[in-house]
């Protein structure tokens, strides 16, 4: 079931969670598909691993957007804008990464991207622990993302490959949490709507 953020939030927060799950699933969608290309890529060179690294995180910066008020978040609460900033930070390491190629470059900007989500993340899941229907996904995911971008700058000077490997290990990793929160808010929904009509 979805709940709302704060229980004294008003119902249309409610009824903008009924569609979280649209793009919880475009997020999942993006990084299985970036965890697929890093698996069967044996030798990728520095520019395709800026485009196929740039083309996740815009892919995921955008995700994140489309998810902020449907999650209940404001945008002008901390909150929401820790995720708005979180999801603009992603969205211009993906445009750089692209732009400006090197294993040092990705590797450094890619965990800074990745970090500062999985910080949001991590303060969105204990704030709202227990009381929103993403909290422990959250707090997973934030995790996941630390401890990828942790352990991406101790790869730069294996290049390409192994700087998409490690990345796109989290990306699979946190995928997979991602379809699995995005099919539940999916069925919960539909449960909520087959209900409301009886």
């Not at 390409?160 to 949490?177: D, E, F, K, R, T």
């Amino acid at each position: 079931m979805t709940f709302p953020v704060n229980p004294a939030e008003p119902a249309p927060a409610a009824a903008h969670q009924a569609e979280l799950w649209k793009p919880v699933l475009l997020r999942a969608v993006a990084a299985l598909v970036f965890g697929a290309v890093t698996i069967f890529w044996a030798a990728p060179s520095v520019a395709g691993m800026g485009l196929a690294g740039g083309l996740y995180f815009l892919a995921t910066g955008a995700a994140l957007f489309r998810g902020i008020p449907r999650a209940g978040l404001r945008r002008d609460e901390s909150p929401g804008r820790a995720m708005s900033a979180a999801a603009s930070i992603l969205i211009g390491a993906g445009v750089t990464v692209m732009i400006l190629q090197g294993s040092l470059l990705f590797g450094v900007i890619a965990a800074l991207g990745i970090g500062l989500l999985a910080a949001a993340e991590l303060y969105l899941g204990w704030r709202f622990r227990g009381r929103h229907v993403l909290g422990r996904d959250w707090l997973a995911s934030g995790v996941i993302g630390l401890g990828t971008a942790v352990a991406l700058p101790f790869f730069i000077s294996l290049g390409p490959h192994a700087l998409l490997g490690v990345a796109g290990g989290g990306a699979i990793i946190s995928g997979v949490l991602w379809i699995l929160a995005g099919l539940s808010l999916r069925h919960d929904a539909r449960t909520g709507t087959a209900k409301a009509v009886n």
